[in-house]
T-cell receptor, first 115, second 114 residues
Framework: AQTVTQSQPEMSVQEAETVTLSCTYD???????LFWYKQPPSRQMILVIRQEAYKQQNATENRFSVNFQKAAKSFSLKISDSQLGDAAMYFCAYRSGQGAQKLVFGQGTRLTINP | DAGVIQSPRHEVTEMGQEVTLRCKPI?????LFWYRQTMMRGLELLIYFNNNVPIDDSGMPEDRFSAKMPNASFSTLKIQPSEPRDSAVYFC????????????FGPGTRLTVL
């Protein structure tokens, strides 16, 4: 079974600075997808960014980018120019590229933005 | 466009009562997922449907939990009888079946069992 591990329960960063959230995963599959979801206090789950395992190029979405290291099974999220609205829980998630479509989530990292 | 709709948003009930959570997926989506979020276990899949058919219910904790999807626009998750340990946030998500497609989450139902 696949597992996802987020080793940082909490992180904090100064507004306008850059922060990196860590995620590692374990799988024997070669075809899969990785996601970062944001959950603000409203508890709505919002997709931040996604990465296909077969793509070597790291995904970027405006201030959000990932560092995908397939051999190391690492998928970190970098947030540049942090804003107060970025404060939330961030979840890393894995989905198989074949068969099961379910998301397997990490335990989450609570990100605090200091003004 | 309306997103995934869940009702109720909050539910408080007493132990032993039946609880029914409802979900309306996004129109045109053919996969529907029920997840549960707790402090202890995080976010975990309970069950998911493709084209109204349950595909994987291995996450359903026990026989007290049941889920149905009678048509493409409606699903229910029922707990009977409810127990305090069922207290959690229950999310419904939907997507178009396919490897790359994003799952869209509803706002969740916060269930408290006293």
């Amino acid at each position: 079974a696949q597992t996802v591990t987020q080793s940082q329960p909490e992180m904090s960063v100064q507004e306008a600075e850059t922060v990196t959230l860590s995620c590692t995963y374990d799988t024997s599959e070669s075809d899969y997808y990785l996601f970062w979801y944001k959950q603000p206090p409203s508890r709505q789950m919002i997709l931040v960014i996604r990465q296909e395992a077969y793509k070597q190029q790291n995904a970027t979405e405006n201030r959000f980018s990932v560092n995908f290291q397939k051999a190391a099974k690492s998928f970190s999220l970098k947030i540049s120019d942090s804003q107060l609205g970025d404060a939330a829980m961030y979840f890393c998630a894995y989905r198989s590229g074949q068969g099961a479509q379910k998301l397997v989530f990490g335990q989450g990292t609570r990100l605090t933005i200091n003004p | 466009d309306a997103g995934v709709i869940q009702s109720p948003r909050h539910e408080v009930t007493e132990m032993g009562q039946e609880v029914t959570l409802r979900c309306k997926p996004i129109s045109g989506h053919n996969s529907l997922f029920w997840y549960r979020q707790t402090m202890m276990r995080g976010l975990e899949l309970l069950i998911y449907f493709n084209n109204n058919v349950p595909i994987d219910d291995s996450g359903m904790p026990e026989d007290r939990f049941s889920a149905k999807m009678p048509n493409a626009s409606f699903s229910t998750l029922k707990i009977q009888p409810s127990e305090p340990r069922d207290s959690a946030v229950y999310f419904c998500a939907s997507t178009v079946a396919g490897s790359y497609n994003e799952q869209f989450f509803g706002p969740g139902t916060r269930l408290t069992v006293l």
